[in-house]
């Protein structure tokens, strides 16, 4: 099940990213709530590499673990 849900978030990335780059020259940033080396990350790394590939673009990866965030995508720490 984590699997297919990998693959869904992944493929809606790649489409909102695609949308946003027509519109912009700034680098595109994949946001991973995830530690660096989890399986999530090394999806993003993969998706990353083709989305480059794509867009002729700087695509940056960014391990934000501990983080929760909002639905503008701004990111706060957890305090706990």
Do not use: Y
Not at 2 to 19: N, Q, R
Not at 64 to 70: E, Q, Y
Request: aromatic share 4%.
């Amino acid at each position: 099940m984590k699997v297919v849900k990998t693959i869904i978030l992944a493929v809606a990335a790649t489409c909102s990213f695609w949308a946003a780059a027509q519109s912009s020259t700034r680098a595109v940033s994949i946001i991973v709530p995830q530690p660096p080396g989890n399986p999530t990350d090394g999806v993003a790394r993969k998706l990353q590499m083709l989305l480059q590939a794509e867009l002729k673009q700087t695509v940056i990866v960014e391990n934000a673990a501990g983080r929760r965030f909002d639905r503008h995508g701004q990111g706060s720490r957890i305090q706990g």
